[in-house]
């Protein structure tokens, strides 16, 4: 039976104790280090206190298991208490304090930098800033592989509304596509947008219909098909086709190419934030170069 509730970790402690009561009797007078809190064990002057372990070791089990689970936490903590005791007697503890010590500078610059990017830093990319990038690099945006960007739908081939599925899905007013949209708890699958790039494989995958039918009938701009099998209708209309090695559109690469201006728009942030810093402790009178000999 599992328990649970406010009394639970209190039955628990009682339980337990039942079980460690040999240890506490033999161990008493060491365990007096936090009268508020309740011990369970001792390393040297190290002490894990029963408050200390999280419900979540205990919680939702019978109490054996809840008892056997209280029991591997102290082994896993008695383990890495020992370790850690007999690396400190061991280990150059002067190397490792400067690691921490360079470690703690370093997050405290690194997150201080980057609370004061969020701040400097424009994150809006304009469109016309994506056409100038694109246009510059775009020779380095090749296709590695040939893929497509479909839109389609999947219903069942016996709707009583198939039809107008055929007549909306290939038109390109407006409101046939809103009566799509209002339909598409009729489809199996669908996407009317044709927002997602697919590899042919895993194009071939999502409908597998396509399974036997050649990668160059697929990869061709605007095509439409209307195919069945023994249960659904399957209408698709390819939107855009990338071939292999062919430079890819910018609507395939705009997410890289954002990055690719954030990534700038940082460096010289950071470049001019370091020099407003410097800049400032020279005025304040808090930095100064102070010339030696060997300096002149």
Known sequence: ???????????????FWLTVIGLLVAGCQYFQKDVDKTPVAKIYDTYLYFED?????????????????IHQYIEDWAYKTLLLKQAERNVDTIK???LVEQYRRDLLTDTYK???LQKYIDTVVSTDTLQWYYNKYRQYFLSKEAELKPKFLVVDKNHQKIQKFKKWFFSDKQ????SLIKNTNNFSKYNLT??????????????????????????????????????????VFVNDVVLQNQTMPLSMVQDDLKQLVLSKRKQAALSQMENNIKQEAISKKIFKIIKTKQSK
Do not use: C, H
């Open 1 to 15: 039976m599992k328990l649970s509730g406010s009394n639970y970790a209190v039955n628990i402690k009682n339980k």
């Open 53 to 69: 372990i999280s419900p979540a070791v205990y919680t939702q089990k019978s109490p054996e298991d809840s008892i056997n689970a």
């Open 194 to 235: 044709a927002n997602k790039w697919y590899l042919v494989p895993d194009f071939k995958k999502e409908l597998r219909v396509f399974d036997r039918m050649n990668d160059k009938f697929i990869l061709k701009k605007a095509k439409k098909f209307v195919l069945t099998d023994s249960l659904s209708l399957y209408l």
């Open 96 to 98: 490792i304090n400067r």
């Open 175 to 178: 409101i046939y596509f809103d």
């Open 114 to 116: 980057d609370l004061l």
